[in-house]
């Protein structure tokens, strides 16, 4: 393939090359949707076993929800089918015939989740409820832009029910407390955690919490959400129970989930102009081995160090492929894996099996020179150590970068005229009046979430009295 767009000027081109020189996705018949390919899915994959494993821990069970809901569920809480209205896709005539009712393909499924809560909760004894299902959804959209919006996308959603609003309130912030630590442990994409303004919070909801990232671009993504409901969602759909006292009353109940946007806020935070950059656990290939020779003799001898080398790994349960493909040189192969991200690089040839050693280098390193020689009796725990330093410098690097783009400023012209041509974060302070908001509609910018800090005096629009800070950008 050729050159990439170059990242800092050609951002979007950039990101859609990628997309394909990385094997991620192909295009699809169908307008908006995706096929992502096995190499893309199995990043999902990685994200998908890591927050399964950590929901069940808090006493969270999957189940499976249908895909098709009825019309009429939507519309018995008012916020939320106002809020997703212009997003559906409705089904009208199956089986040659015209439904005596429409169905909805699910945007999210608080509707007939709670439906069903209203069969399985009957007492305090009945509570939480704690369930999530990994599903699709569908969301009809103008413009799409793989993994961060499409019609179609995959997802988990969790959905709980609490006996009090406390309960409620803790979980959904442990849940965004779980989230924070799976970008930035297991992704290494540092994220800011926050509420989200009244205008931005769910349809429904009465307090949505966020986790965002900003983008090498200076653009912010929501990359996740915790919600807890209105009480008025679970007794739009008949949901009571009887508490310790007698009373019959609602749960208070949350929603949170996250999507394949992910893999694309992996793509736009950790690549560079040679391609993806995978942090270490969502690595499909952790560590690729090249192995180089001219001869026959050189190949038996250097494909058999090469295989010793993927048995090791295997055995600690490291994630090792070795590329014997000689149709390529060594120099289209370095480019192939650079391309796709793999963490580190393996080169072994005649003289380095000779030597009882290999050479090493991870994806961020830049030149020849950040080779190193490691013995093959201490690969392993070369790797292992590789792996860290390289996951704790791929989280620092974006850090740094966040750094660079994070502006303090305490009025609405300084946002308007330096987004433009400095995008990132522009922490303000806010009166947290719903007009003084509005105003960023004119510099397409958003309040992202609102932040515990308040280092702001003074509202960056009107300059009242500010009762917090906000992080305003523009968004994907």
């Known amino acids: 393939m050729n050159k990439l767009a170059d990242i800092s000027t050609q951002f979007s081109e950039w990101y859609q090359e990628v997309l394909v020189a990385a094997d991620l996705i192909d295009q699809s018949p169908t307008k908006g949707c995706m096929v992502i390919k096995p190499y893309g899915y199995a990043i999902w994959e990685f994200i998908q076993a890591e927050v399964d494993a950590k929901i069940k821990e808090k006493g969270v069970a999957n189940a499976y929800f ?3 809901i009825p019309e009429s569920f939507l519309k018995k809480e008012a916020d939320h089918i106002a809020g997703f209205s212009p997003e559906l896709a409705v089904v009208t005539h199956a089986g040659g015939k015209q439904l005596e009712e429409n169905y909805v393909i699910r945007p999210t499924s608080e509707t007939i989740i709670y439906h069903m809560f209203s069969r399985w909760i009957k007492s305090w004894r009945d509570l939480p409820l704690k369930v999530n299902q990994w599903a699709n959804v569908v969301r009809w959209e103008m413009r799409t832009r793989p993994f961060l919006r499409t019609t179609e996308f995959l997802w988990q959603e969790g959905h709980t029910a609490h006996a009090t609003k406390e309960e409620a309130v803790a979980f959904a912030e442990s849940i965004l407390e779980l989230y924070r630590v799976l970008a930035e442990d297991f992704l290494a994409i540092p994220v800011v955690t926050g509420r989200k303004s009244k205008s931005e919070q769910f ?4 307090r949505t919490l966020t986790f965002e990232g900003l983008m090498q671009d200076g653009k912010a993504l929501q990359m996740g959400t915790s919600h807890v409901l209105a009480q008025s969602f679970p007794r739009s759909f008949d949901v009571f129970f009887q508490d310790k006292d007698g009373t019959i009353t ?5 929603s949170w989930g996250i999507t394949t946007r992910l893999i694309g806020a992996i793509i736009m935070v950790h690549g560079d102009d040679r391609g993806l950059v995978l942090p270490v656990p969502v690595a499909p290939i952790q560590v690729v081995i090249v192995p180089i020779f001219k001869t026959d003799e050189e190949k038996e ?5 090469a295989q010793a080398i993927a048995a090791a790994c295997k055995t600690e349960h490291i994630r090792a492929f070795i590329d014997e493909d000689t149709e390529k040189t060594p120099g289209a192969k370095f480019f192939h894996w650079e391309v796709r991200g793999v963490p580190v690089r393996i080169e072994i040839g005649p003289r380095d099996v000779a030597a009882g050693s290999c050479m090493m280098m991870d994806r961020l390193s830049r030149d020849k020179k950040d080779k190193k020689p490691c013995a093959l009796t201490e690969v392993i725990s070369t790797l292992k150590n590789t792996f860290v330093t390289y996951q704790k410098n791929l989280f620092e690097k974006a850090k740094q970068r966040r750094a660079a783009q994070w502006y303090h400023v305490k009025t609405f012209d300084e946002v308007a005229t330096q987004l ?4 990132g974060f522009y922490q303000v302070g806010w ?3 719903g007009e003084c908001e509005a105003s960023l509609k004119d510099i397409k910018a958003t309040i992202r979430c609102c932040l515990q800090e308040h280092k702001q005096e003074y509202c960056f629009v009107c300059g009242a009295k500010s009762t ?9």
Do not use: F, I, R, W
């Open 66 to 68: 249908p895909l098709l």
């Open 203 to 206: 349809a429904g909801g009465e």
């Open 250 to 254: 609602s749960p208070h109940c949350t």
């Open 301 to 305: 001898k250097v494909l058999a160090a």
């Open 420 to 423: 433009e041509q400095k995008p």
């Open 431 to 433: 009166c947290g009046n």
């Open 468 to 476: 917090g800070d906000v992080l305003v950008a523009k968004s994907y």
